[in-house]
């Protein structure tokens, strides 16, 4: 028996320096996750997301888009866009 195969993703924690910012961006970044053909869980409460690739493995390319995305928004927010890691509970 093989083991499955990994699902790699990463994490994305977003701080934002004012509440009020939050709304736009949310929704600027799930633009952008979108265009990038990416997709994002949790948010709850936190700005704290689980990024993954439907049908595909993120890789470090879409860590760098984030990173992208995340300087547009200097100032008015702080990201911490985390290693790619097995998503796969089985791992």
């Not at 509440?19 to 952008?32: C, E, I, K, S």
């Amino acid at each position: 028996m093989s083991a499955p195969c990994p699902v790699f993703g990463f994490l994305v924690t977003v701080r934002l320096a004012s509440p009020g910012d939050a709304g736009a961006v949310v929704h600027d970044l799930m633009a952008t996750l979108d265009r990038n053909g990416l997709t994002a869980t949790g948010g709850h409460g936190a700005l704290d997301y689980v990024v993954r690739r439907e049908g595909s493995q993120t890789t470090d390319d879409d860590r760098d888009r984030l990173r992208e995305w995340a300087d547009r928004w200097a100032g008015r927010v702080t990201v911490a866009v985390g290693d790619l890691i097995d998503l796969n509970p089985a791992a």
